[in-house]
Each structure stands twice: as C-alpha cells, then as structure tokens.
Nanobody, 115 residues
Framework: QVQLVESGGGLVQPGGSLRLSCAAS????????MGWYRQAPGKQRELVAH???????NYADSVKGRFTISGDDAKNTVYLQMNSLKPEDTAVYYC?????????WGQGTQVTVSS
C-alpha cells in the first residue's frame, strides 16, 4: 500500500513558476515508477512527467524545457518544478506511483494559470 499526498498548487500568472510536491509513504526509489499526470476540464488525464526507479526522467512534449521532475529519497518526496507556465497548463495535477503491479494516485492539486 502506498499513500501519496500532493501540495503546492495554486493560482499563478502566465510566465510564472510553481513547484508541486508529492510526499509518499515509502521510499520513492523503491517505486517502479513515479510521476505526474494532469487533467483539464473536459479533457482526458495525460502524462506530464515520470521518473523510473528514481532516475531516467521523461516528459510530455508540451512541457519539455519548462518542467523538471526530481526526487528526494530522504524525504520520500517527488517534485515537479514548473516554469514559464501557460494558461493551457491549467489543470488538476495528480501524483502517480506504480509499485509491485499496482497503481496509486494522490488526491490531486489544482494549478490555475491566469492573469
């Protein structure tokens, strides 16, 4: 069983930055995969970025060069640093983990990019 708790969402102007955090109930390097998804109103949930076994980050094309995923195993926390935010980044962001053949999701945190 894995619990994931996100934090760090909010309202930001276009061009601004936010950092999301996902605190896990166990070592992030023990997970097969951890990452971030997002879901905008009326759209399907989509992958933003993920990291495999604590290394090897991968990003959606729409966020490459703007977002960075990283982890701190001492804190059991994965971060998503989001820079140069755009209105189209507005969504609920979910932390995700795949561990021992099971999927785990956080409760989501709202990110709104608007002037």
């Amino acid at each position: 069983q894995v619990q994931l708790v996100e934090s760090g969402g909010g309202l930001v102007q276009p061009g601004g930055s936010l950092r999301l955090s996902c605190a896990a109930s166990r070592s992030i390097f023990s997970m097969n995969l951890m990452g971030w998804y997002r879901q905008a109103p009326g759209k399907q949930r989509e992958l933003v970025a993920h990291i495999i076994n604590g290394i090897s980050p991968n990003y959606a094309d729409s966020v490459k060069g703007r977002f960075t995923i990283s982890g701190d195993d001492a804190k059991n926390t994965v971060y998503l640093q989001m820079n140069s935010l755009k209105p189209e980044d507005t969504a609920v962001y979910y932390c995700y983990a795949f561990f021992r053949r099971y999927d785990y999701w956080g409760q989501g945190t709202q990110v709104t990019v608007s002037s």
